[in-house]
């Protein structure tokens, strides 16, 4: 009987649930969108239920859209936006107050205490990160000070706290595990990665009792099986046996297994990550140190720099500016054009990520003349995410002292061949494309697989990837360093501008 495995990937705008075979290929897929909350600028929200709702649904759908079985799925790997924030009774599984998302950034004048009293040095030598409103630490202490009852109740030991990945096995189990993966413990701003536990200071120092934090374990392994839940009976006692954050997913659906490898993944942001093998790399250039899995018994770091607008950009183009109709016409305007005829777009709408971290800059576009048209504005759009993307790396290569030769890429918009093909001629190195770009989902699902049986090591997932094209540079390295270093300039006129 042929064994299959689900995956469950939860995003920030949407759910889905997708049925891989042993090849690696999707054999079915069912996605649901869900609702974003912004109760005040700067702060997003989920509701968690609705989360929930959204991913049973998905799973439902996806059991219906194929003939498979539930008896030939072999396990559930779960995949998900990290850092976003839940906690809930632990007697009612009620959530006391709406998820905050990744995004939110009602906690960055908390941070810019935190750095005040000098514990930054203390979270990136624990923790791998920098301070920032970004990682769930602070998100954790502004509920319990905020919600009425919540820190009395947190105390007593009646609450729980989860992202995203703990919260759906809590209540896929029936609220029988409470458990987290390494990749996502670490994004917390809690976890200490060198000694695989929660740190007591840090949470002593922010006020957060240790009892409502979850267990942590390897991304690979049973935390437990699918109780009866409404809708989806057939699939209760299937093993859920995979977890991991979505960017380290993509990284292990990459099958980035050796050390210097890299992914990007070009969806909501731009997310670079390099495997540094069983060694944690402290960055020198303000990028973050990791956790990417637990697997075997072993512990694989990764950096990682993250850009918080990639595809956004694109659908801003569409949505706010209506310049386009589809993210596919944002290319072929881009192709009408030799070049941005001077122009650089900083897409700084919610601040810059790594290496910058300026969460008070915003977006500018620079070089404006009356010769600029949409042409060489869609061209600049597709430039801006290259050249974000080329500062994470350049960084990355500058930490790990690893010249990158190959960079996978996947995620939405890497299906534009003109902007794959900008990225390799900005960063002067090949960039892979896979056939299949579901590669987070890929991830989620070779970990419950490898847990469960259906692939014995990593060597048979490699052999699993299909190259779709491969992108090689072709720019003049005059060219390219002129065009960076105005990108460069550019950068410096948008920062600190909410300051």
């Known amino acids: 009987m042929e064994k299959y495995v689900m995956s469950l990937d939860q995003g920030t705008t949407s759910s889905r649930a997708i049925i891989f075979n042993k090849q690696g290929e999707i054999v079915a897929k069912s996605q649901n969108e869900f ?29 219906r859209k194929t003939e498979i079985k539930p008896e030939q799925i072999a396990g559930i790997g779960i995949t998900n936006q990290r850092e ?21 950034r009602r906690t960055a004048d908390y941070c810019e205490e935190l750095k005040l009293e000098g514990l930054g040095d203390y979270i990136k030598n624990t923790t791998g990160l920098l301070i920032d409103a970004y990682f769930s630490a602070t998100k954790i202490k502004w509920i319990l000070d905020n919600v009425n009852g919540a820190r009395e109740k947190a105390e007593k030991g009646e609450l729980l706290f989860g992202t995203i990945d703990t919260w759906l096995i809590w209540n896929l189990t029936g609220g029988k595990v409470h458990v987290t993966d390494y990749s996502n413990a670490c994004r917390t701003m809690l976890f200490d990665i060198d000694n695989l536990c929660w740190d007591k200071y840090l949470c002593e120092k922010l006020g957060i009792p240790m009892n409502i ?36 997913g993509a990284l292990f659906g990459q099958a980035c297994f050796e050390k210097g490898q890299a992914k990007n993944t070009y969806g909501t942001g731009c997310f670079l990550l390099m495997n540094t093998g069983e060694e944690r790399i402290t960055s020198k250039s ?24 990639a ?84 960084a990355m290569m500058s930490d790990s002292d690893i010249i990158l030769k190959d960079l996978r890429v996947d995620g939405g918009a890497s299906i534009s061949d003109i902007m794959m093909q900008m990225q390799a001629d900005m960063t002067g190195c090949n960039v892979n494309r896979p056939v299949n770009r579901e590669a987070t989902a890929l991830g989620a699902a070779y970990l419950a697989g490898l847990a469960t ?26 060219v390219r360093n002129k065009k960076y270093a105005d990108w460069k300039r550019a950068v410096e006129r948008s920062r600190n501008w909410e300051r």
Not at 38 to 51: L, M, Q, R, T
Not at 286 to 309: C, M, P, Q, R, V
Not at 453 to 477: A, C, H, L, Q, Y
């Open 213 to 248: 934090l979850p267990e942590v374990k390897p991304s690979s392994c049973v935390y437990g099986e699918v109780d009866k839940i409404k809708g989806i009976e057939e699939l209760a006692g299937i093993p859920i046996a995979g977890a991991i954050g979505d960017q380290p």
């Open 311 to 394: 595809g956004s950009v694109i659908k801003w183009l569409r949505d706010e500016l209506e310049l386009i109709a589809t993210a596919k016409e944002c290319d072929d305007l881009a192709e009408e054009v030799e070049d941005t005829n001077g122009l650089y777009l900083v897409p700084a709408f919610t601040g810059l990520g790594a290496p910058y971290w300026d969460m008070y800059a915003r977006g500018i576009m620079i070089g404006i003349t009356r010769s600029i048209n949409k042409r060489h504005v869609c061209r600049a759009v597709l430039e801006s995410i290259t050249y974000q993307m080329t500062d994470l790396l350049e």
């Open 453 to 478: 049986g259906v692939w014995k090591n990593t060597d048979e997932i490699e052999e699993n990837r299909k190259v779709d094209k491969i992108f090689v540079p072709s720019m003049p390295s005059d």
């Open 286 to 309: 303000n990028l973050l140190s990791g956790i990417a899995w637990g697997l075997d018994g072993k512990i694989t770091y990764d950096l990682e720099g993250s850009a918080f607008n």
């Open 35 to 63: 609702t974003q909350y912004y109760p005040k600028n700067g702060w997003v929200e989920h509701d968690a239920n609705e989360i929930l709702f959204s991913v049973v649904s998905a799973m439902m759908g996806c059991i």
């Open 84 to 104: 976003t924030t839940i906690i809930w009774d632990k007697e009612t599984g009620k959530p006391i107050y709406n998820a905050i998302v990744w995004q939110c």
